[in-house]
T-cell receptor
């Protein structure tokens, strides 16, 4: 158990809909990262928050948004869903601000299926 | 930004053989290179990492080597076991406070 909690584990929805994925980082970790894992695409970095502030942005679509709340949990909002958004979405946390500082602790992921 | 290429995409070995996975990176400023293992249906987990001031690092059956001049690093697994079967991801980070860029992964299959 990494200590990172993601909900829901599975989600099935229709095109055009909006969903929210939730992540609670490990106790004491200030950074939260969101990654998208599609078949053959590895782990695509979406966005990072550090202590409530956006720290870095990757290949995140404009239809997607995220935020980190004062209690450090984070939510990833996906709207106007398309078939291609079907993927496994991982949240990871770390104590410090950057990926170069050490281990990222991943949650179990939220599997999104868009029909 | 950083670009990480990983090869091969699939690697099949017999139990007891060695396995080598190679990665190249584009940003010469990268100085942190971790490897993550993802078992089927599970989350990625760090198995070993190396920083640019070190050329090689070992941990039991796994080792990582780094060639900064050529901008490539490799994962070596000796005496492979069926439980080593997983997808392995390499990654690189240019700066201390930058995000990790992952390779596309290598599916390692170890046959008994």
């Amino acid at each position: 158990d990494s200590g990172v909690t993601q909900t829901p584990k599975h989600l099935i929805t229709a095109t055009g809909q909006r969903v929210t994925l939730r992540c609670s980082p490990r106790s004491g970790d200030l950074s939260v990262y969101w990654y998208q894992q599609s078949l053959d695409q590895g782990l695509q970095f979406l966005i990072q928050y550090y202590n409530g502030e956006e720290r870095a942005k990757g290949n995140i679509l404009e239809r997607f948004s995220a935020q980190q709340f004062p209690d450090l949990h984070s939510e990833l909002n996906l709207s106007s869903l398309e078939l291609g958004d079907s993927a496994l979405y991982f949240c990871a946390s770390s104590p410090q601000a950057g990926g170069g500082t050490g281990e990222l602790f991943f949650g179990e992921g939220s599997r999104l299926t868009v029909l | 930004g950083e670009n990480v290429e990983q090869h091969p995409s699939t690697l099949s070995v017999q139990e007891g053989d060695s396995a080598v996975i190679k990665c190249t990176y584009s940003d010469s400023a990268s100085n942190y290179f971790p490897w993550y293992k993802q078992e089927l249906g599970k989350r990625p987990q760090l198995i070993i990492d190396i920083r640019s001031n070190v050329g090689e690092k070992k941990d039991q059956r796994i080792a990582v080597t780094l060639n900064k001049t050529a901008k490539h690093f490799s994962l070596h697994i000796t005496e492979t076991q069926p439980e080593d079967s997983a997808v392995y991801f390499c990654a690189a980070s240019p700066l201390r406070y930058s995000t990790l860029t992952f390779g596309k992964g290598t599916m390692l299959l170890v046959s008994p």
